[in-house]
């Protein structure tokens, strides 16, 4: 371990001022298994001073108008964008992710997120109604929540951070945000861009710190009125269960078990490709990735063979090298997880067609004990397998034939999770045929992971509870009030 004088240590940000706290945990480099940082391991006390400064600092940030909000969050993207580098290469050595894709995606998103917000605000309407044989007027008006607790997971960090920062403090209210503790740079180097960019004290507060210690004391507090949370399953069932005496706002996303449905009709020059991207991108740490693949059996053979052979391409790196398509995954517990998961598939008598046990992966020396693993193929696996229903959150896909439309709706929706799905057709009524009939909250065709923002985001069953976007952002971070007046 490196001595503490050489690791990066970062401090809390309550009511516009860095905090440093008693105690800190370990942050490792996933890229060689190294801790290289120091994360404030904060709880109650912090998080109540975050609420005294959000508490003092709401009754000024949500008299603005939303132009004057609008304006800050402009230019807070702008100070992004102009730290887009910096930021890119600290979320890549902080996840493990490639550098490319923090410079491609992941920063750039995050200037998008206040753009965007920073729009959408100045573009909703109220509701209004007559009734003129009772000679009343009814009218509607929207006002921020108050406190908004904001819980980001480890996968996309600042990404996911900004998809909640932005619309809560848009719309008025002031936040208390947690990272993940394995995750926190980013949110760090954001808070040192919040004065320059003229949020006030106490409106953005980041507290560092674990689920079960600084996690759980933001989602008992009775003056934090909603909670916006991005993460696993039993997480969400633990915050729902502390957010139950208070009748707490509740937006939950949560995982998916995405099925790609690939019928004979394919282009399969693009979807092979876009597949492959969809399975493995960010070491398949997204919620997003397809884990299920589903290929009508007149191809299933040839598909097989080239989606196998595209995979072996997709090349496993360092994250700093540019060339790379995959990085590290997160942790060393994490890694030793979706391994467990490819033992299980063997022992339930699967194939291994490439990855992992099958193909040697080559790292420099330095690397040698970071988290990294080969994307992995498995077929000849039943549904019923743990592989084929539970969220595997790695760079493992799953690959099995289907005969009908009919079966393959069936076998797609027959798992608890329901939030994203790709159709693979050139005929247009078969794709809004089986789109309409999946259990999924987003339904891509003939592409994956293009995203309008305006439109709803959000998962069916297991994987969560309410939806994000403009409009629905908007209404989760407001208090709707119906005005009648009698004239």
């Keep these: 371990?490196?001595?503490?004088?050489?690791?990066?240590?970062?401090?809390?940000?309550?009511?516009?001022k860095f905090v440093p706290c008693n105690s800190y945990l370990d942050s490792y480099d996933p890229s060689t298994g190294e801790v290289y940082c120091r994360v404030p391991n904060s709880g109650k006390e912090e998080i109540e001073a975050a609420v005294e400064a959000a508490r003092a600092a709401f009754p000024g940030w949500s008299a603005r108008s939303p132009q004057e909000r609008s304006q800050v969050l402009h230019r807070l993207a702008d100070l992004l964008e102009q730290?887009?580098?910096e930021l890119a290469q600290a979320e890549s050595r902080d996840q493990g992710k490639t550098?490319?894709?923090a410079r491609t995606m992941d920063i750039p998103r995050?200037?998008?997120?206040f753009r965007f917000f920073a729009s959408s605000i100045l573009h909703h309407t109220s509701e209004c109604t007559h009734m003129d044989h009772l000679g009343c007027l009814h009218y509607t008006v929207r006002a921020p929540v108050g406190i908004a607790g904001l819980i980001s997971p480890w996968n996309l960090p600042l990404y996911l951070l900004t998809w909640k920062v932005a619309p809560a403090i848009a719309a008025g209210n002031t936040v208390i945000a947690k990272p993940s503790e394995l995750t926190s740079v980013t949110a760090w180097m954001m808070c040192k861009l919040l004065e320059k960019a003229g949020v006030p004290p106490g409106v953005v507060n980041i507290v560092f710190g674990t689920g079960p210690r600084v996690g759980e004391a933001l989602v008992s507090h009775p003056e934090v009125l909603l909670i916006s949370f991005t993460g696993s399953q039993p997480t969400a069932e633990r915050i729902t269960q502390l957010s139950a005496p208070h009748c707490k706002k509740l937006s939950l996303e949560l995982g998916g078990k995405n099925p790609a449905i690939i019928f004979e009709d394919a282009n399969l020059e693009e979807c092979i490709p876009t597949t492959v991207r969809s399975s493995f991108a960010n070491q398949g740490e997204i919620c997003l990735c397809t884990s299920r693949i589903f290929v009508q059996k007149s191809i299933y053979s040839e598909f097989l063979e080239k989606f196998v052979q595209a995979t072996r391409m997709w090349k496993v790196g360092i994250p700093s090298d540019p060339s790379a398509s995959m990085g590290a995954l997160i942790s060393k517990a994490h890694l030793e997880k979706v391994r467990s998961y490819i033992k299980r598939a063997q022992l339930e008598g699967a194939r291994i067609l490439c990855g992992?046990?099958?193909?040697?992966?080559s790292l420099p020396p330095r690397n040698r004990a970071g988290y990294f693993m080969l994307p992995t193929v498995i077929t000849d696996i039943k549904d019923e397998s743990c592989c084929m229903k539970e969220e595997i959150f790695g760079p493992v896909t799953c690959v099995v034939p289907f005969e009908s439309e009919e079966e393959v709706?069936?076998?797609?929706?027959?798992?608890k999770y329901g939030l994203a799905a790709t159709v693979w057709s050139s005929n247009v009524g078969r794709i809004h045929r089986v789109a309409k009939k999946l259990q999924s909250g987003l339904v891509?065709?003939?592409?994956?992971?293009?995203?309008?923002?305006?439109?709803p985001f959000g998962g069916m069953k297991s994987s969560g509870v309410g939806r994000e976007g403009a409009k629905d952002s908007y209404e989760f971070f407001t208090e709707v009030k119906t005005i009648t007046i009698k004239h």
Excluded: H
Excluded at 356 to 361: F, Q
Excluded at 409 to 415: D, M
């Design 1 to 16: 371990m490196a001595g503490t004088k050489a690791l990066l240590t970062l401090e809390n940000f309550i009511n516009g």
């Design 409 to 415: 709706i069936q076998r797609a929706n027959s798992v």
């Design 110 to 113: 995050s200037v998008q997120n």
């Design 99 to 101: 550098i490319t894709l």
């Design 356 to 361: 992992e046990g099958v193909d040697t992966l």
């Design 444 to 455: 891509w065709t003939n592409c994956w992971l293009i995203r309008e923002l305006n439109l």
């Design 83 to 85: 730290s887009l580098e």
